[in-house]
């Protein structure tokens, strides 16, 4: 007699595998929807997460390190970039057009360190809040924190004086005990701005847009009311776009502070109720 065929097992095997896997929703399934409609909170809510970075990513990143150190060698070398600091400055664009600097005055604020990172952190602290995650307050605080230290690192090494305080007519006035270059107005607003679109779910791309116009005119402006050179600000400009692009090689390192201060909370809510 011939041998039975094998095929009429495989009903049987699916169905006794099937009735082995454990019950509840798939291990991958999505989370249900709170009852208001809105997307889940706590870690199931995590955003999702930022690609690595391209081939096209890391080019724009080395053309921007490239445009910096060109930047940074045409004031150090005294080139025709120190002469267009000193046109735009003898020009006086405050005194030509009078009428723009109330308005211009009040707009740089959004730039100034203090009063940007308030708005943003304060935005930050809700999302985190209701996705669960310390990641949104950790992104913008590593990239300030990157900010800082490398901004304030070629400001002290080249002591640049501003426009206002300039001292002899084509001098690019370095090494005067003076904190201008590169812009920290307009490096602040390029890595503020910027780490909101950078955290955006749904308006990246609308995002990253105002971000953009809000760096550029607040670089503008500060040339506008001479508190800056032309090429602190695009220093500046350089050095936030650098940070930004920056981002995500540093996600292992956001990832890694989160869990970690997420571990602590919970070991010392634990031992709180042990305590109560």
Not at 104 to 115: E, K
Not at 243 to 266: D, N
Request: a positive charge; proline letters at 9%; glycine letters at 10%.
């Amino acid at each position: 007699m011939p041998a039975p065929s094998t095929s009429r097992q495989f009903p049987n095997q699916r169905a006794e595998n099937t009735s082995r896997r454990p019950a509840g929703p798939a291990p991958h399934s999505p989370a249900p929807p709170a009852p208001d409609g809105r997307a889940p909170l706590g870690p199931a809510a995590a955003e999702p997460g930022w690609p690595p970075m391209s081939r096209r990513r890391a080019l724009l990143l080395l053309a921007t390190c490239a445009g910096y150190l060109l930047v940074l060698a045409g004031v150090l070398l005294n080139t025709a970039l120190v002469d267009l600091d000193w046109s735009v400055r003898l020009l006086r664009p405050y005194e030509r057009w009078p009428s723009l600097e109330p308005l211009l005055d009040t707009w740089v604020v959004a730039g100034q360190r203090g009063p940007s990172a308030i708005a943003a952190f304060a935005w930050l602290a809700w999302r985190a809040h209701r996705l669960g995650r310390l990641r949104p307050l950790l992104v913008m605080g590593v990239a300030l924190l990157l900010l800082n230290v490398t901004v304030g690192a070629v400001k002290i090494v080249t002591g640049r004086l501003g426009p206002h305080y300039a001292q002899y007519v084509g001098s690019p006035e370095l090494f005067s005990g003076g904190t201008i270059f590169p812009s920290g107005h307009t490096a602040n607003a390029v890595v503020t701005w910027g780490v909101l679109a950078y955290l955006a779910v749904r308006w990246r791309r609308t995002g990253a847009l105002i971000a953009a116009a809000t760096a550029c005119s607040i670089g503008l402006t500060t040339v506008y009311l001479g508190t800056h050179w032309v090429t602190d600000v695009l220093a500046g400009w350089a050095a936030g776009l650098l940070v930004l692009l920056s981002l995500p090689l540093l996600e292992p390192l956001v990832t890694t502070a989160e869990q970690w201060l997420t571990s602590r909370g919970r070991r010392g809510s634990r031992r709180d109720v042990r305590d109560g």
